[in-house]
């Protein structure tokens, strides 16, 4: 029994950089008496209470990264620690930083921070703020130009999108974070696609609408939630009770009218109506936006 623990916590911590905690144990069939033993020879060290490594393993930086957030229950590696995580470039770690719930607890092997919850992934086997997330809480943390960079570095990457972006900045900026002003700014130099004239976004859009496996549509057509008004949308499929807009714009408008557009949205949802918004580039992208409109539609009618 005692082997088959050691081999167990051994593979365990192989895909935990060295590091383990003592309900892991637990769950592999280990006890608190056995935990006494191994620490007592020397075979396992202590790291914190309740969590451990492998005395072979090396402390390196990804150890004490996953025993940090093995040690604060429900966390994820936070702050310039997960931008390191993320290996945005020119970032100086410091001492770890690691984001949980409110009241979820303190270690001696980082800074804990206690908010509400933020969105989260895995890098490396190891719980980390989202990317969009890393970025705008360190905006106010680095020099503009090392966030610049950061962000390019994740676009190129592929580890977030501007969406992703965009609702980050969102989330900081009602939570009156300090790092939104500086956050903004940065997004505002980016521009990675040219403002496109609206007559000539909404022509590419209609000549890939105008597809048979698609039902009919009109074109700028009154806003469900206000016929009578002004507003219009760019094309709204009365049939599946959808709505599909294109969106051209620098992205230094779309950081601007982020706001406008969810409540558009919001409007919409109220009636029962949905919204899809294509930029530039996916309505270029051939088949792109007739697969992505039919497979909705389907679903939508399916659920009817």
Do not use: C
């Not at 570095?153 to 969406?163: G, N």
Request: glycine share 6%; proline share 6%.
């Amino acid at each position: 029994m005692a082997h088959h623990l050691d081999r167990a916590i051994e593979a365990l911590a192989r895909k935990q950089h060295g590091a383990f905690s003592s309900s892991q144990v637990n769950e592999l069939g280990g006890s608190r008496q056995s935990v006494h033993r191994r620490v007592t020879s020397g075979q396992w060290v202590r790291l914190d209470q309740g969590v451990f490594a492998l005395a072979g393993h090396p402390p390196t930086l990804l150890r004490q990264m996953k025993a940090a957030q093995l040690a604060v229950p429900h966390s994820a590696i936070s702050g310039l620690s997960a931008a390191a995580l993320h290996q945005f470039p020119d970032i100086r770690v410091g001492r770890i930083e690691v984001t949980t719930t409110r009241n979820g607890g303190s270690t001696p092997l980082a800074r804990v921070r206690h908010r509400h919850p933020v969105p989260t992934t895995a890098v490396d086997g190891i719980a980390v703020t989202t990317a969009a997330q890393t970025l705008a809480d360190i905006a106010d943390r680095v020099p503009s130009e090392v966030l610049g960079d950061a962000i390019e570095f994740a676009l190129r990457a592929s580890i977030t999108t501007f969406a992703d972006l965009a609702v980050a900045w969102q989330t900081a900026r009602d939570r009156r974070a300090p790092s939104a002003r500086p956050f903004r700014a940065a997004l505002r130099l980016l521009d990675p696609e040219s403002a496109v004239a609206a007559s000539v976004l909404e022509s590419r859009l209609y000549r890939v609408l105008d597809d048979p496996r698609l039902p009919a549509f009109v074109r700028q057509a009154p806003a469900p939630w206000a016929p009578e008004g002004a507003e219009r949308v760019d094309a709204a499929f009365p049939t599946v009770r959808w709505i599909v807009e294109g969106d051209g714009r620098a992205w230094h408008t779309r950081v601007d009218d982020f706001e406008r557009d969810r409540r558009r949205d919001h409007l919409a949802q109220v009636i029962g109506w949905s919204v899809t918004r294509f930029t530039l580039a996916q309505i270029d992208t051939p088949g792109y936006v007739v697969d992505t409109l039919a497979r909705a539609f389907d679903e939508r009618r399916r659920a009817a």
